[in-house]
């Protein structure tokens, strides 16, 4: 019997170059284009957060890029959208799951796929490169 995910909606308020970052539910296909880095750690290690930038070619940020993560061993979903500079960030994300993590645009085409991951701490420099 299929399961419908569960939706789990965040509202996430981060300040990267004064614009805010909105984080509501939903996934979407999508392309990393560069490695990423384990962030600092958490004070709580239970609970992460995963952060990036999705940039053009030309390495001028995209925005209202949707970064959708599903947590595979919870079954919940967790989507960002960049803001103005292309910076995006998801909060409260339980350590020790199983993460697939995509980007979306409706101008822009992502090509080296998704990125999976095991979040066991803070992590940053989830980048995607985007192409007209």
Known sequence: MFR???VVALTIAAMVFAASVTSTAQLREG???RPFEKGPPSPDTTIAY???RVTDVYGRGISRARISLFDLDRDAEYTATSNAFGYYRI???PVG???VMSV???RYL???GSVSFMLDDNLTGINFLGEN
């Open 4 to 6: 419908k995910p569960a």
């Open 31 to 33: 392309k990393v284009a």
């Open 110 to 112: 992502f090509l080296n």
């Open 50 to 52: 995963v952060t990036g």
């Open 104 to 106: 979306a645009h409706k």
């Open 91 to 93: 909060n409260d994300l």
């Open 97 to 99: 799951d199983f993460y």
